[in-house]
C-alpha cells in the first residue's frame, strides 16, 4: 500500500457538499485549504480586499457554522480551514498532500480545474473528485501520466458527516497501490464504510436505490395506494430511514432525482430494469410547476404552517391521481399492523412474503425486483456482494443490503417468487443453489463470511479481527444470556455483553446481565469485558416504563432497591477487578451515560449522541450520574486551584439544561468522555474491536481502583451560587418552576448536602443523596406528567 501521510487536503469548491467535505475533513483532525471562483459583482472598491475576494467561501464557512444538523464534529474544529480563491489562492495546493474537486457537475468545468491542479500540484499529490455520476476516465484526458496515477473518483454522500458511504472509483490508470490506500484511509481516519466501485453509471449507491425508488414509484401507482400509506410501508417497517420513499424524493429533490433516472436511462442502454421505467405525469406535473420537494417548500408534500386540533402540524400530500394537494391519510392496511407488532426484521420480512393486501404486494414485488435487479449487476457494477449491500446501508441508511434482504426470507424462496413474478434472476443464484449454498452470507468461528460468484466459494468479509459484528458470534453458545442481554467470547480472552432489550432501555435484565459479566470476567479467568453492540443506538436510557409503575403505585421500598441496584450496578463497573471498556454509538442517554463515566474507558463512534438527559422527564441523574459529576469537579479543584464555582456551575448546568452533546468530540467539552481515559473512534463498525484491544492493553497493568473517600465538596458555598445559577436560568426564561426545583435537588447531591463548610466526602455518601432526591422527585406530580408525556409521545413535557 501507498506509503503516504495526508496532513493538509485543498478542497475545490465551496457548495453545500464541498463545504461538508471540509467540515468533515477538519472533524479528522486535518488543515483544510477551501477555495471558490470570485464573486462575479465585485466593486472596484472591494476588488483588492481580501475578504471581498474570498466572500463565496467565507459565506459558505459562515452558513456552515449555523447550519442544523451542524457539519461540524466541533464548532472550533472550524478554525482548521482557511479560505480562499480560485485567481489568488490556487498556488497554495503544491503543499496539500490531497486535492479534492467539487465543483458543479459539468465534465468540460472539472477538466478545467484538473487542468489548472496539475499546474500547481506537488509531484505524488493525490487528486480526487466528488462526482456523481460524470465517467471518472474522462476527466484525465490531458493529464500527466503522474497526476493519472495518483487520480481516482471519491464520492461522498449528502451530509458528508452524516452518510457513513464513501465510494472509490479508480480509472484504468490509477496506481492500485492509491485505490488501496483511499480504501484504507477512509475507513481508519474518515470514518467511512469505503466502498470499491467500478466506473459505471451511477456507481453503486445511486444505481441500486435510485431503482429501488423509481420501483416504488411505478408499483405505488399501479396500486393506487395513496403516498403517505407507501412512505409508512417503506421507512422503519422495513429497516429503512422515516422518510420512506416519497418525502425521500422530496429530500433530495424531484429534478435531482428525475435527472439521475433519465441518466441512467441514457447511459446504462444493457441495464434489464431501468430501461422500462418512464416518467410518470405526476412526476412531469412536479418538475413543471417547480414543485422540487424541501428546496422549493412543496414537492409531493407540502407544509401549511397550520397546525389540526391536536397541535400537530397540517401536511398536505399529492394526490397521483387528480394532482391535487389534500390532508396526508394512511389507508388501513392489515400489513402495517402486523410489521407494527414484530420487532425482529427479519420475521418482518416472512411476515411480508406472507401478506395479502396491496401493501404487501407493493413490498413483495419491490424486493423481488430488488433481487432481480441487485443479483444482475454482478459483475457489471461490483464483482462482490458485499460492497452492494455495504454502499446500500452505509448511502441510504438502510437497515440493510439487497443481498441481506434475501437472506431473511431464504435465497431459494427468494428465488422462486420473483420468477413467479416474472422477475429475471441472475444464473448464478441458481449455480450457488445447485453447489448446495442456500445464503449469501453466513458465520464461522466469529467471522462473517459472503458468498463470492467468481471463486463460487464463501470468503471472510474485509476488515479481519478490526471490525467485529456481534451476529458472527450467533452460532456459538453464549457465555451468559437472560432476555436483555448475550454475553460473547470475542477471542484472545475478552467477553463482550451485549444489549438487545427494545430500543436497548435499561431494565432489570440489563442491570442483572452487567453484574453478572462482571462476576463472570472476574471468577473465570476472563482478561476483561467490553460493552457494546450493533445497533443504530447503544441505549436510549433507563426503562421509564418500570419507573413510573413504581412511582405511579407508590412502591417506594421497590423504587428504592431498583435505584440501588442501578447506582451499585455503576459502581461494579467502576471497582471491577478486571477493565471494563464501553464501546458507544447513537443515543448514550441517561443511564447508559451513567454507565459510561464509570467504566474504565470508552471508545465512542464519532457520531455518539451522549447525554444526561433525566431533567427531562422530571428527575436527576440517578444511576451514579449526579455523584460522578461531583466526583469530576472535584478532582478539577484539585488540579486547577482556585476555580471550585465556575467549575461547579458549569457542572451543574450541563445535568439541570439536559445538555447532549452531538458528536464524541463534543462529550468531552461536557464532561461526559475524559481525554486521560476515553477515545474517538472515527469509524463505528470498529468501535467495539477498539475496545477489546484497549482491554488488552488495560489488562497488561490493571489493578482495580480503591473507592473514593477524598471528594471535596463545598456545602453552603457552592449551594448558594447554585442556587443564584438556577435563578437566572428562570429568569432567562430557560427553566419553570418545576425545573427549578429539580436544579436544586441537583445542587443538593453536588454540594453535599447542607454542609457548613468544604470538606471531604465518600462516593457512598453521595448516592445516597443522589437516590433520596431521586425518589423525592418520583413523588412530584410534575414529573410523574412529565414521564407520562414521554412514554405516549415520545418528546419532553415542559410543565
Not at 411505478?218 to 429503512?240: F, H, M, N, W, Y
Not at 461490483?382 to 446501508?393: G, P
Not at 448446495?436 to 468479509?461: D, I, V
Request: aromatic share 8%; proline share 5%.
Amino acid at each position: 500500500m501507498l506509503n503516504k501521510h495526508i496532513n493538509k487536503v485543498a478542497v475545490l469548491g465551496s457548495g453545500l457538499m464541498g463545504t461538508g467535505i471540509a467540515a468533515h475533513l477538519a472533524g479528522c483532525g486535518l488543515e483544510v485549504l477551501m477555495l471558490d471562483i470570485l464573486p462575479n459583482d465585485l466593486g472596484e472598491s472591494d476588488a483588492k480586499k481580501p475578504e471581498a475576494r474570498n466572500r463565496i467561501a467565507g459565506n459558505a464557512l459562515k452558513a456552515a457554522m449555523k447550519a442544523k444538523p451542524a457539519p461540524f464534529h466541533d464548532p472550533k474544529f472550524a478554525s482548521r480551514i482557511t479560505i480562499g480563491n480560485f485567481e489568488d489562492d490556487f498556488p497554495k495546493i503544491k503543499d496539500c498532500d490531497w486535492i479534492i474537486e467539487v465543483v458543479i457537475e459539468r465534465l468540460d468545468i472539472k477538466k478545467q480545474i484538473f487542468e489548472k491542479v496539475e499546474q500547481y500540484r506537488s509531484e505524488g499529490a493525490l487528486v480526487t473528485s466528488n462526482t456523481s455520476g460524470i465517467p471518472i476516465h474522462l476527466m484525465t484526458e490531458g493529464r500527466s501520466e503522474d497526476f493519472k496515477k495518483h487520480f481516482l473518483g471519491t464520492h461522498f454522500f449528502n451530509p458528508a458527516r452524516y452518510m457513513r458511504l464513501l465510494e472509490i472509483i479508480p480509472t484504468p490508470d490509477t496506481d492500485p497501490d492509491v485505490t488501496a490506500f483511499f480504501l484504507h484511509y477512509g475507513d481508519i481516519i474518515l470514518g467511512k464504510q469505503t466502498v470499491l466501485c467500478k466506473d459505471t453509471p451511477a456507481f453503486i449507491a445511486n444505481r441500486v436505490g435510485v431503482y429501488a425508488m423509481a420501483k416504488i414509484f411505478q408499483l405505488t401507482e399501479e396500486l393506487g395506494l395513496s403516498i403517505a400509506t407507501v412512505d409508512a410501508l417503506t421507512g422503519p417497517a422495513i429497516g429503512r430511514p422515516k422518510t420512506g420513499t416519497f418525502r425521500l424524493g422530496d429530500l433530495v429533490g424531484m429534478d435531482t432525482a428525475v435527472h439521475v433516472i433519465n441518466g441512467m436511462r441514457e447511459n446504462c442502454p444493457d441495464d434489464e430494469q431501468i430501461g422500462t421505467f418512464t416518467t410518470p405525469p405526476y412526476l412531469k406535473f412536479l418538475i413543471d410547476n417547480k414543485f422540487l420537494g424541501n428546496k422549493t417548500g412543496k414537492g409531493f408534500y407540502q407544509k401549511t404552517g397550520e397546525k389540526d386540533e391536536k397541535g400537530r402540524p397540517v401536511i398536505l400530500a399529492l394526490d397521483l391521481k387528480t394532482l391535487e394537494y389534500s390532508p396526508s391519510k394512511k389507508d388501513k392496511l392489515p400489513v402495517l399492523d402486523t410489521l407494527k407488532q414484530i420487532d425482529e426484521l427479519p420475521r418482518r420480512m416472512k411476515a411480508i412474503f406472507k401478506g395479502t393486501d396491496s401493501g404487501a404486494e407493493l413490498l413483495q414485488r419491490s424486493f423481488l425486483g430488488l433481487f432481480a435487479y441487485a443479483s444482475n449487476r454482478v459483475p457489471e457494477i461490483s464483482d462482490t456482494l458485499y460492497a452492494i449491500d455495504d454502499a446500500l446501508r452505509a448511502g441510504f441508511a438502510w437497515e440493510k443490503g439487497p443481498f441481506e434482504y434475501w437472506d431473511m426470507i431464504g435465497v431459494a424462496e427468494g428465488l422462486a417468487a420473483a420468477e413467479t413474478r416474472g422477475e429475471k434472476i441472475a444464473p448464478w443464484v441458481q449455480e450457488m443453489l445447485d453447489a448446495g449454498k442456500t445464503s449469501f452470507y453466513r458465520s464461522e468461528g466469529g467471522k462473517r463470511l459472503c458468498y463470492n460468484p467468481t471463486s463460487r466459494k464463501y470468503e471472510p468479509l474485509p476488515g479481519g479481527n478490526s471490525i467485529i459484528i456481534l451476529d458472527a458470534f450467533r452460532d456459538q453458545k453464549p457465555v451468559y444470556q437472560n432476555a436483555e442481554v448475550t454475553l460473547h467470547d470475542i477471542g484472545d480472552g475478552v467477553l463482550c455483553l451485549e444489549f438487545h432489550s427494545k430500543m436497548n432501555a435499561i431494565g432489570e435484565g440489563i442491570l442483572r446481565g452487567l453484574n453478572e459479566s462482571v462476576r463472570i470476567a472476574e471468577e473465570e479467568g476472563w482478561k476483561g469485558l467490553v460493552i457494546g453492540n450493533n445497533a443504530q443506538n447503544f441505549t436510549v436510557g433507563a426503562n421509564l416504563m418500570m419507573i413510573a409503575m413504581m412511582a405511579y403505585q407508590q412502591e417506594w421500598d421497590e423504587l428504592n432497591m431498583a435505584v440501588n441496584l442501578f447506582q451499585q450496578t455503576s459502581m461494579r463497573l467502576r471497582y471491577s477487578s478486571v477493565p471494563v471498556v464501553m464501546a458507544t454509538q447513537g443515543y448514550v442517554f441517561g443511564g447508559g451515560c451513567e454507565f459510561a463515566m464509570h467504566c474504565d474507558a470508552v471508545m465512542a463512534a464519532a457520531e455518539s449522541y451522549i447525554g444526561l438527559v433525566e431533567v427531562g422527564v422530571g428527575l436527576i441523574p440517578g444511576g451514579g450520574g449526579t455523584k460522578e459529576f461531583a466526583v469530576r469537579g472535584s478532582d478539577e479543584y484539585s488540579r486547577e486551584g482556585d476555580v471550585q464555582i465556575p467549575t461547579l456551575i458549569e457542572k451543574f448546568k450541563t445535568i439541570a439544561m439536559a445538555q447532549v452533546a452531538t458528536s464524541a468530540h463534543e462529550a468531552f467539552n461536557y464532561g461526559y468522555l475524559q481525554h486521560q481515559k476515553d477515545a474517538v473512534v472515527p469509524n463505528v463498525a470498529r468501535n467495539i474491536a477498539e475496545a477489546k484491544n484497549k482491554v488488552l492493553e488495560l489488562a497488561e497493568t490493571f489493578v482495580r481502583p480503591i473507592p473514593r473517600k477524598d471528594i471535596q465538596v463545598l456545602g453552603r458555598t457552592g449551594l448558594g451560587a447554585l442556587f443564584i445559577a438556577a435563578h437566572s436560568l428562570k429568569l432567562g426564561k430557560y427553566a419553570s418552576e418545576h425545573d427549578i426545583k429539580i436544579a436544586q435537588k441537583i445542587a443538593w447531591v453536588l454540594c453535599g448536602g447542607d454542609l457548613t463548610s468544604p470538606q471531604a466526602v465518600s462516593e457512598q455518601y453521595l448516592l445516597d443523596l443522589e437516590r433520596e432526591a431521586f425518589l423525592s422527585l418520583c413523588g412530584e406530580q410534575k414529573t410523574l406528567q412529565r414521564v407520562q408525556h414521554m412514554l405516549e409521545t415520545g418528546k419532553p413535557l415542559r410543565n
